[in-house]
């Protein structure tokens, strides 16, 4: 018996998102569809896959032996696609490349320049995601190529349909008021704890970062208070250079808007966020793939290549 592939996915989908619904929405279904086509794959297999444990459904020992084996099917289906795209020997097409912002400015901008003077042929796509957004897309197939980060204190991006390249490391840096005293010499490293009586400004829906910043202030003894919120980084640095508090953010965000703010590393802790390349396993030898990818890690500064 032939399995479908495209029910394979499915399942695999199942298994990372836990309910049909979840399930379809992730994949751009409907749940009768989602259903449907996993019915149908049990008919494939001859066995029961799913078993009902209120509103979740569980996979049988059966099904996680199919996802395991999905996952390498899928990356040598990709593989091969890259194969044989390779045999044409040139970077051509159409490649879809999904950043957040402050890697679009630093990373993505002079990278899409330079595929345009060496690879004429190559058409690259950009659109803006976070990185669990990216990681969803290199699964659906709606990018190609993404760029992602990780934050030291946070659990790390773990996907076996995905691989991860990272190209930089950057510190994330406390952003002061030009006459805070308390910070010490400019642009010397700073203590967390001599800022514990400081406003703090955090970012309103990276909860990603406000999670970092709440964990190393934790790890130095208090609690921020968390005065002012804004999605938009000018915004808080126009509120640290007002002095109406301080902020945490990574150096690519921080440095182009550094005017009248000092910018010090954190004593004691290792504050960093690691940025990454990423591509669907298997899909890395693709001729406009590799080319691109080849391009984000040149514009990926000397002294902070991961």
């Known amino acids: 018996m032939v399995y479908d592939v495209r029910r394979l996915r499915l399942l695999r989908e199942l298994a990372r998102h836990g309910t049909v619904a979840a399930t379809a929405a992730a994949c751009r279904l409907t749940p009768s569809a989602v259903s449907q086509q996993l019915s149908f794959l049990e008919r494939e297999v001859g066995t029961a896959l799913l078993l009902r444990d209120g509103r979740r459904l569980v996979l049988t020992e059966a099904a996680r032996v199919l996802v395991a084996h999905t996952e390498r099917v899928l990356a040598e289906l990709e593989s091969a696609r890259s194969e044989v795209a390779a045999l044409s020997g040139s970077a051509r097409g159409t490649v879809r490349?999904?950043?957040?912002?402050?890697?679009?400015?630093?990373?993505?901008?002079?990278?899409?320049?330079?595929?345009?003077?060496?690879?004429?042929?190559?058409?690259?796509?950009?659109?803006?995601?976070?990185?669990?957004?990216?990681?969803?897309?290199?699964?659906?197939?709606?990018?190609?190529?993404?760029?992602?980060?990780?934050?030291?204190?946070?659990?790390?991006?773990?996907?076996?349909?995905?691989?991860?390249?990272?190209?930089?490391?950057e510190p994330l840096l406390v952003a002061l008021p030009p006459d805070l005293e308390a910070a010490g010499a400019p642009d010397a490293p700073v203590e967390l704890a001599?800022?514990?009586?400081?406003?703090?400004?955090?970012?309103?829906?990276?909860?990603?970062?406000?999670?970092?910043?709440?964990?190393?202030?934790?790890?130095?003894?208090?609690?921020?208070?968390?005065?002012?919120?804004?999605?938009?980084?000018?915004?808080?640095?126009?509120?640290?250079?007002?002095?109406?508090?301080?902020?945490?953010?990574?150096?690519?965000?921080?440095?182009?808007?550094?005017?009248?703010?000092?910018?010090?590393?954190?004593?004691?802790?290792?504050?960093?966020?690691?940025?990454?390349?990423?591509?669907?396993?298997?899909?890395?030898?693709?001729?406009?793939?590799?080319?691109?990818?080849?391009e984000l890690k040149r514009a990926a500064p000397a002294d902070r290549a991961g």
Request: glycine fraction near 6%.
């Open 97 to 169: 490349l999904a950043s957040f912002p402050s890697a679009a400015v630093a990373l993505a901008a002079p990278a899409l320049a330079a595929c345009r003077l060496a690879h004429p042929e190559l058409r690259v796509q950009l659109g803006e995601a976070e990185p669990e957004e990216c990681v969803t897309g290199l699964r659906r197939h709606s990018c190609d190529v993404a760029l992602v980060y990780e934050y030291a204190l946070l659990p790390r991006l773990r996907d076996p349909g995905v691989r991860l390249d990272p190209v930089l490391e």
């Open 194 to 294: 001599r800022l514990a009586a400081r406003p703090w400004i955090a970012p309103h829906s990276d909860t990603a970062l406000r999670t970092v910043l709440e964990r190393a202030c934790e790890a130095a003894g208090f609690e921020p208070q968390l005065d002012y919120t804004s999605d938009d980084y000018t915004v808080i640095m126009s509120l640290v250079r007002a002095g109406l508090g301080v902020s945490l953010m990574p150096r690519l965000i921080a440095e182009p808007l550094q005017h009248d703010v000092r910018l010090c590393e954190i004593v004691g802790l290792r504050l960093t966020r690691t940025v990454s390349v990423a591509v669907r396993a298997g899909g890395e030898r693709q001729p406009g793939v590799a080319a691109l990818v080849a």
